[in-house]
């Protein structure tokens, strides 16, 4: 073969160029793992598409496809004999060995391709567009933009500066047997395959960057010349003591302290820290369905991210996630209580946005929130919010706060440009940091207020936590949402007026969002082995007992799936247990004694335990409720096991966000039932279901799941029939004050158990299933719900709610006696 200089310089280079990047540059993968996520064949030849001329961007690639175990991109795809490169540049740019016509060479790659395809039925050759991104500022506003194709001077000072925020993503492949077989393989194919190339390279960079920062001041001067806020202005100028001048004050006022102020030198800096963070206090943070809002992104979606609340750590662990995901972290509606000195200043600098809680009565600041929020939408800006308006105290998701979904859907109506997705995000850990304090506001104390020393109190914590969990639910694209169920949001705004479609629309879409975020719950280690422990009577098992109820559970959940979203742990039981038994303050502790191992829960944790039950009861309440009928029955038929479901599901659903519609219940019912069959858990003979006794204790594990929410329903109603005119209020106010007893007597633990807002859902709910008719007087369905319900509940629980009754309705005689005496 004769010698040829140019490749022998480039090699040269390349080599040289390969010295500079292994000290300086640290490259991620998006995503983490291609052959999996973008279902890529290896058996097949991959052809790398890179947006323009870069060694540098080409020697990235080459290292990061070693290490995720696919094909080398400086080596060649033989195909029948024909040996073609593995890699291509769509545009020449600059470099330091400059080859014309780049594009065309391009172009006839690709046509050599495609041609090959003609003769080669089997073949199905997979283009794979590769981005390297060096930092990921998209620049301010009145900026000139930044050359993304660089000399070797400033490609120098990038790697030295972006060295450590070096990002390489991978995007969906695209089939060449499809393009041959859809639209042929002459030129004009190889040419338009080019084309879209750079369209999707163009789409793809701004998914990853978002668009230009905003000046914040010229933004204010924009918003306060808006017909809604100089309206509102004009209002506040003509109350009392106030002014023209006082009240455009009061607005830049109310502006300054709302509004974010990003830095994305700033999120550098956070990148950093939380990275060191993450290391620190988890175990492994566990991503899924990631691809889904990439995908979103890169179709041009405006994203609103909705979690579930449970800790602090929700937002600082969400925009870490999306940055390293490729995504712009988003701008984030933070409760005013955390702007504090010096943590308000860091959290505008990373995309907070301050929010009070409550603009009742504040025309100028609900006008000026409105409108702020309706900018960031109009701009392209991803939002963050919480739609439970705070923290969860218990676990559970909180009933949803209509105000932030409200404003979404009026700046929706304003006829943005951009498609707007909701997409649910589930939120989970093995330890939350906060729990202890929840626990003890939960008995009464007084929530603390957040300062710069419960900061320094909390970093003190900093220790292995386990896992941490954030899956993707099943977004809401808001226009085909309001098309399919509210037509009527195109029709014209009235000014002043607030029209009916929008009041059934957020309620409706908020529901929606809380169950899509209930579908991509996380079974964890923690959450699966606290909740069996919780059921057991003395919250202690053998670790035979609890390994054979976890892997009851797993196979229930894999055979008989929840949601597809749901995910569930790979581990084996063993394992599980160890790892819970290793984590600090995880409560569940081992002994051993002549008999063997037991698994137990000490008592000061029983009570936190329940809020990581909590985080996924939803799972197991149907199986709970089906193995509590076939229990205390013992013999029960099917179609009896059904009606009594379908009796107390709308509670259920209510409560606990749940996703199947009334038709579905039977189909999932029969599933569970010939899964607990299977597992040799109940019998099924003569078209009865029966107790399996040898697997007494496993069934009776899944029956208490749902007891305690069966023990407050059983309340409600039995305080109904006992005093059918008792209004809703003193229903909510007794039901609880009985709860409350019955925990102490029966050693109910569950911090939830007489919570105000479930027996509030539980009276609503009531109202919407009929259980009250026109005049308000009850229906049969009370006595028919109640008479379910006793059957499930032990004699001694029936007879502590009877006893506080009758002890109730004594106090209340005493009162009327001495009320009368007075008189």
Same mark, same amino acid.
């Given at each position: 073969?004769p &010698?040829?200089?140019c490749?022998?310089?480039t090699v040269?280079?390349?080599n040289t160029?390969?010295?500079?990047?292994?000290?300086l540059?640290?490259?991620?993968?998006i995503p983490t793992?291609?052959?999996?996520?973008?279902?890529?064949?290896?058996?097949q030849p991959i052809?790398?598409?890179?947006p323009?001329?870069?060694q540098?961007?080409?020697l990235i690639l080459q290292?990061?496809c070693?290490a995720?175990d696919?094909p080398?991109?400086l080596e060649?795809?033989?195909?029948?004999?024909?040996?073609?490169?593995?890699?291509?540049?769509l545009?020449?740019g600059?470099?330091?060995?400059k080859?014309?016509?780049?594009k065309?060479e391009?172009?006839?790659?690709?046509h050599?391709y495609?041609?090959?395809h003609?003769?080669?039925t089997?073949?199905?050759a997979?283009?794979?567009?590769?981005?390297?991104?060096?930092?990921?500022s998209p620049g301010?506003e009145?900026?000139?933009p930044?050359?993304?194709l660089?000399g070797?001077?400033?490609?120098l000072?990038?790697?030295?500066?972006f060295?450590r925020?070096n990002?390489?993503?991978f995007s969906?492949?695209?089939s060449?047997?499809y393009?041959?077989t859809?639209?042929?393989?002459?030129?004009a194919?190889a040419?338009?395959?080019a084309r879209?190339?750079?369209?999707?390279?163009a789409k793809?960079?701004?998914?990853?960057?978002?668009?230009?920062?905003?000046?914040?001041q010229?933004?204010?001067?924009?918003?306060?010349?808006?017909?809604a806020?100089?309206?509102a202005?004009?209002?506040?100028?003509?109350?009392a003591?106030s002014s023209p =001048?006082k009240?455009?004050?009061?607005?830049k006022k109310?502006l300054?302290?709302?509004?974010?102020?990003?830095?994305?030198?700033?999120?550098?800096?956070a990148?950093r820290?939380l990275?060191?963070l993450?290391?620190?206090l988890?175990?492994g943070?566990?991503?899924q369905?990631?691809e889904?809002?990439r995908?979103?992104a890169l179709?041009?979606?405006e994203?609103?991210?909705?979690?579930?609340?449970?800790?602090?750590?929700?937002?600082?662990l969400?925009?870490y996630?999306?940055?390293h995901?490729?995504l712009?972290?988003?701008?984030i509606?933070?409760g005013?209580?955390l702007? &504090?000195?010096?943590?308000g200043s860091?959290?505008?600098?990373?995309?907070? &946005?301050?929010?009070?809680r409550s603009f009742?009565?504040?025309?100028?600041?609900s006008?000026?929130?409105r409108?702020?929020?309706?900018?960031l939408?109009?701009r392209?800006y991803s939002v963050?919010?919480?739609?439970?308006g705070g923290?969860s105290r218990t676990?559970?998701l909180?009933?949803?706060?209509?105000g932030?979904m409200s404003?979404?859907?009026q700046?929706?109506?304003?006829?943005?440009t951009?498609?707007?997705?909701?997409?649910?995000?589930y939120?989970?850990?093995?330890?939350?940091?906060?729990v202890d304090?929840?626990a003890k506001?939960?008995?009464?104390?007084?929530?603390?207020?957040?300062?710069?020393?419960l900061?320094?109190?909390?970093?003190k914590?900093?220790r292995?936590?386990?896992?941490?969990y954030?899956?993707f639910?099943?977004?809401i694209q808001?226009?085909?949402?309001l098309n399919a169920?509210?037509? =009527?949001?195109k029709?014209?705004?009235?000014e002043?007026?607030?029209q009916?479609?929008l009041n059934?629309?957020v309620n409706?879409?908020?529901?929606?969002v809380m169950v899509?975020i209930?579908?991509?719950?996380a079974v964890?280690?923690?959450?699966?082995?606290?909740?069996?422990l919780l059921?057991?009577?003395?919250?202690s098992?053998?670790?035979e007992?609890?390994v054979?109820?976890?892997?009851?559970?797993l196979?229930l959940?894999q055979?008989?799936?929840?949601?597809?979203n749901?995910t569930?742990?790979?581990?084996?039981a063993?394992e599980?247990?160890?790892h819970?038994?290793?984590?600090?303050?995880s409560?569940?502790v081992s002994?051993?004694d002549?008999?063997g191992?037991?698994?137990?829960l000490?008592?000061q944790?029983a009570v936190?335990?329940?809020?990581y039950?909590?985080n996924i009861q939803?799972?197991?309440?149907?199986?709970?409720?089906?193995?509590?009928?076939?229990?205390h029955h013992e013999?029960?038929?099917?179609?009896l096991?059904?009606?009594?479901?379908?009796?107390?599901y709308p509670f259920?659903?209510?409560?606990?966000f749940?996703?199947?519609?009334q038709?579905e219940?039977?189909?999932?019912?029969e599933a569970?039932?010939a899964?607990f069959?299977r597992q040799?858990?109940i019998r099924?003979?003569?078209e009865?279901c029966m107790i399996?006794?040898?697997?007494?204790q496993?069934?009776q594990?899944?029956?208490a799941?749902?007891?305690e929410?069966?023990q407050?329903?059983?309340?409600?109603?039995?305080?109904l029939i006992?005093?059918?005119?008792?209004s809703r209020n003193?229903?909510?106010?007794?039901s609880?004050?009985i709860?409350?007893r019955?925990s102490v007597?029966?050693?109910?633990?569950a911090p939830e158990?007489?919570?105000k807002?479930?027996?509030?859902? &539980?009276g609503?709910?009531?109202k919407e299933q009929?259980?009250?008719?026109?005049?308000?007087?009850?229906?049969?369905?009370?006595?028919?719900?109640?008479?379910v319900?006793?059957?499930l509940i032990?004699?001694?629980?029936?007879?502590?709610i009877?006893g506080?009754?009758?002890?109730?309705e004594?106090?209340?005689?005493e009162?009327?006696?001495?009320?009368?005496q007075e008189e």
């Amino acid at each position: 073969m004769p &010698f040829n200089k140019c490749d022998f310089f480039t090699v040269v280079y390349r080599n040289t160029l390969n010295l500079l990047l292994s000290p300086l540059v640290k490259t991620r993968a998006i995503p983490t793992n291609p052959i999996e996520e973008l279902e890529l064949n290896l058996s097949q030849p991959i052809v790398y598409v890179l947006p323009y001329t870069s060694q540098t961007d080409l020697l990235i690639l080459q290292k990061n496809c070693r290490a995720l175990d696919l094909p080398d991109p400086l080596e060649k795809n033989a195909i029948n004999g024909v040996v073609l490169p593995r890699y291509v540049f769509l545009d020449e740019g600059r470099r330091f060995f400059k080859s014309k016509g780049v594009k065309s060479e391009t172009e006839i790659i690709f046509h050599r391709y495609l041609d090959l395809h003609r003769n080669h039925t089997a073949l199905d050759a997979q283009i794979v567009p590769v981005s390297v991104l060096w930092g990921r500022s998209p620049g301010k506003e009145k900026e000139l933009p930044v050359l993304r194709l660089l000399g070797w001077f400033q490609r120098l000072v990038t790697m030295i500066w972006f060295g450590r925020d070096n990002f390489i993503r991978f995007s969906q492949a695209v089939s060449l047997r499809y393009m041959v077989t859809e639209h042929g393989a002459d030129h004009a194919i190889a040419q338009k395959l080019a084309r879209v190339a750079k369209m999707h390279f163009a789409k793809q960079r701004y998914s990853t960057t978002g668009p230009r920062l905003p000046d914040r001041q010229a933004m204010f001067n924009k918003l306060l010349q808006s017909p809604a806020i100089l309206a509102a202005i004009e209002d506040e100028s003509k109350k009392a003591k106030s002014s023209p =001048e006082k009240a455009r004050k009061e607005a830049k006022k109310i502006l300054d302290e709302i509004a974010a102020n990003v830095s994305h030198e700033s999120l550098r800096v956070a990148d950093r820290l939380l990275s060191w963070l993450w290391n620190k206090l988890y175990q492994g943070i566990n991503v899924q369905n990631g691809e889904r809002v990439r995908k979103l992104a890169l179709e041009g979606h405006e994203i609103v991210y909705v979690p579930c609340h449970r800790s602090h750590m929700d937002y600082l662990l969400l925009s870490y996630l999306l940055y390293h995901q490729g995504l712009v972290p988003p701008h984030i509606a933070a409760g005013i209580n955390l702007n &504090f000195f010096p943590v308000g200043s860091i959290f505008r600098s990373w995309g907070a &946005f301050f929010i009070r809680r409550s603009f009742k009565g504040n025309r100028l600041y609900s006008t000026i929130f409105r409108e702020y929020l309706a900018e960031l939408f109009y701009r392209g800006y991803s939002v963050e919010y919480f739609i439970e308006g705070g923290r969860s105290r218990t676990g559970r998701l909180l009933a949803p706060k209509a105000g932030m979904m409200s404003m979404t859907l009026q700046a929706l109506q304003r006829g943005l440009t951009r498609p707007i997705s909701i997409v649910p995000v589930y939120i989970g850990y093995e330890h939350v940091l906060e729990v202890d304090t929840y626990a003890k506001e939960l008995r009464g104390s007084e929530k603390e207020k957040e300062n710069a020393g419960l900061v320094l109190r909390v970093l003190k914590k900093l220790r292995n936590l386990g896992q941490a969990y954030v899956n993707f639910g099943e977004p809401i694209q808001l226009n085909t949402y309001l098309n399919a169920n509210f037509p =009527e949001w195109k029709l014209p705004s009235v000014e002043g007026t607030r029209q009916k479609w929008l009041n059934d629309a957020v309620n409706a879409l908020s529901e929606q969002v809380m169950v899509n975020i209930n579908n991509a719950a996380a079974v964890n280690a923690k959450n699966l082995i606290g909740s069996i422990l919780l059921a057991s009577r003395q919250r202690s098992l053998t670790r035979e007992q609890l390994v054979e109820q976890v892997e009851s559970y797993l196979q229930l959940f894999q055979r008989v799936p929840y949601a597809a979203n749901v995910t569930l742990p790979t581990e084996p039981a063993d394992e599980m247990i160890n790892h819970v038994l290793q984590l600090p303050r995880s409560g569940v502790v081992s002994e051993k004694d002549t008999f063997g191992e037991i698994i137990r829960l000490d008592r000061q944790s029983a009570v936190l335990m329940t809020y990581y039950r909590n985080n996924i009861q939803h799972l197991f309440v149907l199986p709970s409720l089906v193995a509590s009928l076939v229990l205390h029955h013992e013999a029960i038929s099917k179609d009896l096991i059904l009606q009594s479901v379908k009796q107390v599901y709308p509670f259920l659903k209510a409560e606990l966000f749940l996703h199947l519609a009334q038709a579905e219940i039977e189909q999932h019912i029969e599933a569970i039932l010939a899964e607990f069959v299977r597992q040799q858990i109940i019998r099924h003979e003569s078209e009865m279901c029966m107790i399996n006794r040898s697997c007494l204790q496993v069934l009776q594990l899944y029956s208490a799941g749902i007891r305690e929410i069966l023990q407050r329903y059983y309340i409600s109603l039995h305080i109904l029939i006992e005093h059918p005119q008792v209004s809703r209020n003193e229903l909510e106010k007794e039901s609880r004050s009985i709860a409350q007893r019955l925990s102490v007597l029966h050693g109910i633990n569950a911090p939830e158990f007489f919570d105000k807002a479930l027996f509030s859902t &539980f009276g609503s709910t009531l109202k919407e299933q009929g259980y009250f008719d026109e005049q308000g007087n009850i229906t049969d369905k009370v006595k028919n719900t109640e008479e379910v319900l006793r059957g499930l509940i032990s004699l001694d629980v029936q007879q502590t709610i009877q006893g506080a009754m009758s002890k109730g309705e004594e106090a209340v005689l005493e009162v009327r006696a001495a009320e009368k005496q007075e008189e």
